[in-house]
């Protein structure tokens, strides 16, 4: 007897009319029309059945301060930085770890079961970082809660940063940060990313640097996080979060680039809601968008992410953990407009941020851990047009959330009582039943 049988499910490869069977957490089968005992079956109805979607780039302390102390009046990058350094000294760990599950409850509410979060060392208190390891604890049943040691006033800039980033990750951090591009000097930014890459190579830690988050086209800290990567054999374990400059960059600069980031095994993020609302702030007209080369980047065979970034903080006062809004953006910005692209943009935040990640069981196939979200469209392009509501959420084969289908009744002389906005003709809200 099965614990759970989905039936009639589309998957976001494109196969119809799969049946997804569950035994103790796992997927034990996946296979078109199958039926088997169970204790509890959901007809998908034909609608999309997706692994969980997965953020490769967060900042949970900050979320959900919007307004705190104050707003940020320029909505640039570097008043953000202002504004959190002078709510820093007011947190507490019980105001950080309320906010942060508050936003890890947004987040099971929209099928986000996976998260990577930078946390901010900077602070001798370590304040943040004691309350995102406590919520990582909580949150684990439903989140892969994964924290990165964030150096955000600068490795090198901030007097105490280097002892406070080793202090985090002997406390249990996962992930080594950094942010070059906020050093002194390019000469410093150089120096962190050599001392931060042999600290994680040191410690077999991935590493996951902020990296180039500016209009500058001569910040290339890139090159420099490629060139250790390689050296130090780090291969498949690095990021570049953000890399904006890279689109100011010289054509011919980028053309070399590339091939040695795909060389040396670099993944990349892009954060579509926070580049092009962060980016080209200093520009009159015409205006850059500020997002990295996502599909050139993709062309030369280099995994490509979308991050949510930021969530009501001083950086941004909007977001939700949705990244169907995250890659709704993406697609757009990049111009990312054909089929096979917007296929993509579904990807760049499910199976790449979840490879990036190291997630284990992720994904839809037999021995996978039974974590899916049944979304209220018939394929990723419709998810991401639809922002598609999420059905219901799974976490090791039993529903943690649910959320009902967005069906309007409508009040027309001579058209259809009901009308919801998927392009077929619209299924019944899939209902569970007991046996
Ligand atoms: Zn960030």
Known sequence: MLDLLITHASLPDGRTDMSVAVQQGRIVELTPGLLAPAHEVVDAQ??????????????????????????????????GIALWGELKPLLTQEAIVARALAYCDWAAARGLLAIRSHVDVCDPRLLAVEALLHVREQVRPYIDLQLVAFPQDGLLRSPAAREN??????????????????????????????????????????????????????????????????????????????????HSMDNYYVSKLLPLMKEAGVAA???????????????????????????????????????????????????SGDMLEVAHMGLHVAQMTSQSAMRQCFDAVTTTP???????????????????????????????????????????????????????????????ASVSLLAAPAPQTPAASRH
Not at 206 to 235: F, K, N, W
Request: with cysteine.
């Open 46 to 79: 034909g609608l999309l059945l997706s692994p969980p979607f997965v953020d490769a780039h967060f900042h949970m302390d900050s979320t959900l301060s919007f307004g705190l102390p104050r707003v940020n009046q320029s909505g640039t990058l570097l008043e």
């Open 354 to 416: 979840a490879a990036i990640l190291g997630l284990e069981g992720y994904g839809l196939q037999p021995g996978a851990r039974a974590d899916f979200v049944l979304l209220h469209a018939r394929d990723p392009i419709e998810a991401i047009r639809l922002r598609a509501t999420r059905l219901q959420v799974w976490k090791a084969g039993k529903v943690i959330a649910a959320t009902p289908a967005p069906v309007a009744q409508l009040q027309l002389p001579g058209r259809p």
């Open 165 to 246: 980033l080793v202090r985090a990750l002997d406390m249990g951090v996962d992930v080594v940060g950094g942010i070059p591009h906020f050093e002194r000097t390019m000469a410093d930014g150089a120096e962190s990313v050599r001392w931060l890459c042999e600290l994680a190579a040191e410690r077999g830690l991935r590493v996951d640097m902020h990296c180039d988050e500016s209009d500058d086209p001569l910040s290339r800290h890139i090159e420099s996080l490629a060139y250790e990567t390689q050296r130090l054999g780090l291969q498949g374990r690095v990021v570049g979060s953000h890399l904006t400059s890279m």
């Open 269 to 319: 993020i892009a954060n579509p809601l926070i580049n092009i609302t962060l980016q080209g702030r200093h520009d009159s007209y015409p205006k850059r968008r500020g997002m990295t080369r996502v599909p050139e980047l993709l062309a030369a065979g280099i995994p490509v992410a979308f991050g949510q970034d930021c969530a009501m903080d001083p950086w941004y006062s909007l977001g």
